[in-house]
């Protein structure tokens, strides 16, 4: 019995909801009369037809609105249960109402700057540009879509055959600018605003043209300017700040040549240029004198003096090969120079300017001179050997 009585209640269930969807779909005929014929008529809105109307319904609440030329329009809301017959009477308008409706139709021709651009009238989609729409007489409200752009909307009055175009404007895009920097506690700028914190940052943008910065203390600065149209990622390389120094360089000589990095420079000593912070071989050179040559790391402005020295004096010790021995081999080895007592290796050599004491010796012959030297001279001393013959 308990079962039967299930089943029971669960048919009981499912015919009341067939009856009740049955019953929420049933639409029904509502004859619409005026006084005056051929009326427009719209319910909940939409253009429905003239009067006298049979027009069908749902079951519930609709807005019926009457219009003719020269007449008051009149609305109404009723609710539908059922069949039922409705009557507007219009009363005569001394003036006519701006926003009358008409009954009759006239072509829009709407075209675009954007091809395939949504066309909607009075917010119902009709078609894409270019088109041509039949519309009543009146008031609309005419609105062009596109992706990418902004939407166009204008209300025009027609009143005849009317030629439309909506001009389309980009749409303002924003994109993702991600702004990182190889070195910590990095600044970063956008079009000169400085941005909160430090790098890496990123911001939310307009599409359009940017001047960027990062900066950092002991590094130069990093700009670029880009055009933002897509998600973009900026890394700034930073690179070690160029330092500039002054390097002066002065000389106990006139008319020096100043050399830096080998590259001979304009003008001579004194001599003073800007260079980046670094490393720099300097050479100072004059005639007869010997070069001035020295490096320095150039990291603050430098003062260099070059002194530069004359040429030592250079002694060469002649031996004419009529005097020497023939049968040992390479001969003038065997001769012997001393300067101031010590020895030189070979026949030419170098001395400091002054006064010295030259000694040849060779074999059981000696020969000994005290000499003054000058700066920059070259001295020959030229030996001979030779008889003195006397007879008595």
Known sequence: MKKQAVYVILLAIFLVGCVTTTFAQSRYELRIASN??????????????????TYAVPRGTHTVKVVQRGYETQEKTITVSGNM?????????????????????????????????????????????????????????????ADGYKDYEN?????????????????????????????????????????RGYAPVTEKLEQGKYAIKVTSRGYDDYTTDIYLD????????????????????????????????????????????????????VKVISRSF???????YLNKDTKLFAELRSYDPKVIIEVPSSILNKKINKPETRIDVYVDGKKEHGLEFEVNAGSHTIRIESGAFALEEKIYFREGKTYTIKLGFGMDISDN
Do not use: C
């Not at 980009?170 to 400085?194: C, H, M, P, Q, W």
């Not at 001599?271 to 490393?279: C, I």
């Not at 010997?290 to 320095?296: A, D, H, Q």
């Open 290 to 296: 010997k070069p001035w040559e020295t490096e320095v």
């Open 230 to 281: 897509k998600d973009t990622k900026i890394y700034a390389k930073m690179e070690p700040e160029v330092r500039y120094y002054t390097l002066s360089i002065t000389a106990n000589v006139k008319d020096a040549k100043v050399y830096i990095d080998g590259k001979e420079q304009r003008g001579f000593a004194p001599y003073a240029e800007k260079l980046k912070e670094g490393k720099y071989s």
């Open 155 to 195: 209300t025009i009055k027609v009143s005849g055959n009317m030629n439309f175009s909506a001009n389309l404007e980009l749409a303002t895009r924003f994109y993702s600018l991600s702004i990182s920097a190889s070195v910590r506690d990095a600044k970063v700028y956008i079009n000169g605003r400085e941005q």
């Open 85 to 145: 017959n409705f009557s507007m009477n219009l009363e005569v308008q001394r003036e006519e109402p701006k926003d009358l409706f008409d009954q009759r139709t006239y072509e829009l021709r709407i075209a675009s700057n954007v091809r395939d651009a949504r066309i909607y009238i009075d917010n119902d989609y009709k078609a894409k540009t270019p088109a041509v729409i039949k519309v009543t007489a009146g008031s609309h409200t005419i609105k062009v879509t």
């Open 36 to 53: 005056v014929r051929g009326a427009a008529v719209y319910v909940d809105g939409q253009y429905a037809g003239q009067t006298p109307l």
